[in-house]
């Protein structure tokens, strides 16, 4: 609606014309105030409300339909969409594009109430969404990926929903829990080095070699996991039981052998000359860890017929 232009208003400058103008001016007014207060309902009234017979299915997303043509949407313009026989029947989102010509109006709605297929619906514009529907239990409110909207996701009390159970990063900023291991395991990083996990952290196994074994490399496997220290345990009953201890972290490596009140050391070995006398026996030291257990490189002094019998003492 237009609103007529009010007339020139009177001016102390010009007393001749004073008491005219100011006649004029005040007559004026009451068209004035009439056609101010038929704008400002056209404004927030018929500008941006109408009614649609579009059929609709109630939910979020992009939702299509044809409303009253010549109204003053704009894109940007937050709408509910209420069934007009239910009001808690609704649909609330922001228009995307509208066509005042043919009244074709688009709307991608993030919040909705009540549910079903309506054709009859009033749209009238309202207040910018600021309210998510409740995520599930637990869940807490954050930000999506793209910091563009808020979001529910599973935090630290969603994911923790057992006793015991332990928070980790199972991917870049993906919340994850790791459940009680059982009793007497430990934890440990897994072996593709990505990811917790619940193990044994000590393996025992035996092993035997022959005195007279030819020189080479022998792998042991059976441990389980990729070991980061070995104790190995060996002794000779020839004459005597002979003992020799080893330690090494593949790094740094000792071993001990004693026999009757002679003793023997090596800070390379990990299995010491195993007999009454240094010049016969096997020694051994580390070569790799291994995924499933540890190489060890032999080495003979000479041959006597006897039989290493010990073991290896596994730590992860």
Not at 81 to 89: E, L, S
């Amino acid at each position: 609606m237009t609103i007529t232009a009010l007339p020139t208003p009177p001016s102390r400058a010009n007393p001749t014309t004073f008491s005219a103008l100011a006649d004029a001016l005040l007559n004026a007014l009451p068209l004035f105030v009439t056609e101010a207060n038929a704008t400002a309902a056209d404004m927030n009234l018929n500008s941006t409300n109408s009614v649609s017979s579009t059929s609709l299915t109630i939910g979020t997303g992009s939702k299509t339909l044809t409303v009253e043509t010549g109204k003053s949407y704009q894109i940007g313009m937050y709408v509910q969409i209420a069934d007009a026989a239910n009001g808690a029947n609704y649909m609330h989102g922001i228009i995307t594009a509208y066509t005042s010509g043919t009244g074709s109006m688009t709307v991608t709605v993030d919040i909705i109430g009540g549910s079903g297929t309506k054709t009859s619906w009033i749209i009238s514009q309202s207040a910018p969404s600021d309210i998510l529907t409740p995520g599930a239990a637990y869940q807490d409110l954050g930000t999506n990926s793209g910091a563009t909207a808020r979001e529910w996701y599973d935090g630290i009390r969603k994911v923790l929903d057992a006793t015991g159970k332990i928070p980790y990063a199972s991917a870049a900023n993906v919340l994850a829990g790791l459940a009680i291991g059982t009793a007497d395991k430990k934890l440990f990083v897994n072996a593709g080095g990505t990811l917790p996990e619940w193990a044994v952290g000590l393996k025992v196994l035996s092993f035997s070699r022959a005195l007279d074994g030819n020189n080479g490399d022998v792998s042991y496997t059976g441990a389980g996991f990729k070991p980061s220290m070995i104790i190995v345990v060996g002794y000779v009953n020839s004459g005597g039981i002979i003992v020799s201890i080893g330690i090494s972290d593949f790094t740094t490596s000792l071993a001990v052998k004693a026999m009757s009140g002679t003793h023997y050391g090596s800070t390379t070995q990990v299995l010491a000359t195993l007999t009454n006398n240094e010049s016969y026996g096997q020694t051994a030291v580390v070569k790799s860890a291994d995924n499933d257990g540890c190489t060890l490189t032999y080495t003979k002094v000479s041959s006597a017929s006897a039989t290493i019998s010990g073991v290896i003492v596994y730590f992860r």
